[in-house]
């Protein structure tokens, strides 16, 4: 399948525009990292928790992180999570005090006493904040049904089958309205019903996720990162000069992943996009995604080189765009249907890895056409330019940029 047949649109003419284009995006994004202080990294790599809760009722965001900071725990944002029928918010405590710290339990056990129900014991037991292990242990404690005084029947067997029936049920609602929820769930007796509605309550939220990390783990997590891209550049570089034999072709290839990668994380920036591990797995993926279609091109030039060595290289690039083009193009279309369809539909925890491939796939689609081919020949006319003058006594070009001006002119 083609999109486009027998195109002879000269890319090269405009090079030094889409050069100019990129240079300012570049310079925007990095003032936007440089006036915030970098990247807005998230739980992952500054270390703390990131806890999810959701209520019987629309929450109060001002409410909650007024709650939590009254306990002496410090929040960096309050947030709602999820669709909001769903009534879900997303805490994030940042971890400032020791390795190991569980701030999650201190945030629930804040909002605990805050939203205490009223008229329920100190002591009730919460079915919405309680696991099945702490009910089933209840329950063998208070022993309802009497099972331990049946010689046939266990009371580990017999309650641990209501117990996660109990908590099945409670996952599939999100949390329990009222006790009396609870008391419906298929395979609880009557006994046992009444002792749901005299043991326990149904409190006003339940957690549904926690994950904490400390600040050492945070702190070798952004190392990490950071030399993960830098060695994936590199990577890159060796890899491209080695199968090109060319130090233009690596280059070239290099900087436009540079480019690509810098102007998606400055547009992270401007809008306060959090990095976390799955941000940066997803540059990651823009590496990869981005020097293939490079290569793509790349390679059309080398065997366009090699069948007219006399041809112009500016020709052969706009020639061999040209030839791409149309594969260049359905490909990334394609790929990007996808990531739009998961950035719909993949919810809140892939929405920054989708956001980053959906800006990733345009400015590399971008970078391929008009910023790594045309820097290619940019670099040789300085090369040759450079040579001839050194033959003849002239004085050398001083940079890439100066010759291909001067040339164009």
């Not at 960096?76 to 701030?103: F, H, I, T, W």
């Not at 939203?115 to 309802?144: C, Q, S, V, Y």
Request: hydrophobic content about 50%; proline content about 4%; overall charge positive.
């Amino acid at each position: 399948m083609r999109l486009f047949h027998n195109t002879n649109i000269d890319f090269l003419k405009i090079k030094w525009i889409c050069i100019s284009l990129s240079i300012l995006a570049i310079v925007i994004g990095t003032i936007s990292l440089v006036a915030k202080g970098g990247p807005n990294l998230g739980i992952d790599f500054t270390g703390g928790a990131q806890i999810v809760y959701a209520f019987s009722k629309t929450p109060d965001e001002d409410q909650i992180r007024k709650i939590v900071e009254a306990a002496n725990v410090k929040v960096v944002s309050v947030q709602r999570y999820d669709k909001a029928e769903r009534n879900q918010v997303l805490l994030r405590v940042p971890m400032e005090k020791k390795e190991g710290r569980d701030v999650s339990k201190e945030v629930t056990a804040a909002l605990t006493k805050a939203l205490h129900p009223a008229g329920a014991g100190p002591d009730a037991f919460d079915l919405n904040l309680n696991g099945a292990d702490l009910l089933l242990k209840k329950l063998i404690a208070d022993d309802p049904e009497h099972a331990a005084q049946r010689p046939s029947v266990d009371p580990k067997v017999e309650y641990g089958r209501v117990t996660q029936a109990i908590i099945a049920a409670r996952s599939e609602k999100g949390l329990f309205a009222s006790v009396a929820d609870a008391a419906k769930t298929p395979g609880v007796s009557p006994t046992l019903a009444e002792w749901l509605k005299a043991k326990t309550i149904a409190g006003p939220f339940t957690l549904m996720s926690a994950e904490n990390v400390g600040p050492q783990v945070g702190k070798d997590l952004r190392e990490k990162g950071t030399w993960a891209i830098l060695f994936s550049w590199l990577a890159m570089l060796l890899y491209i000069a080695f199968r090109f034999r060319s130090a233009s072709f690596g280059t070239a290839a290099v900087v436009a992943l540079i480019h690509d990668t810098w102007i998606t994380l400055g547009l992270c920036s401007i809008l306060n996009l959090e990095i976390s591990l799955t941000v940066v797995a997803a540059f990651l993926t823009l590496i990869g995604y981005s020097v293939n279609d490079t290569v793509v091109v790349f390679d059309r030039i080398r065997e366009n080189r090699e069948k007219n060595r006399r041809a112009p290289l500016a020709e052969l690039v706009n020639h061999s765009v040209n030839q791409t083009l149309s594969r260049t193009v359905l490909t990334s279309l394609l790929t990007f249907v996808v990531v739009v369809v998961l950035f719909l539909l993949g919810g809140e925890v892939l929405r920054g890895f989708s956001f980053v491939m959906l800006v990733g796939i345009i400015v590399g689609t971008y970078s391929s056409i008009f910023i790594a081919a045309p820097l290619v020949v940019v670099w040789e006319e300085w090369r040759q330019k450079r040579a001839a003058a050194k033959s003849t006594g002239a004085p050398a070009p001083t940079k890439p940029g100066k010759a291909a001006a001067a040339k164009s002119r």
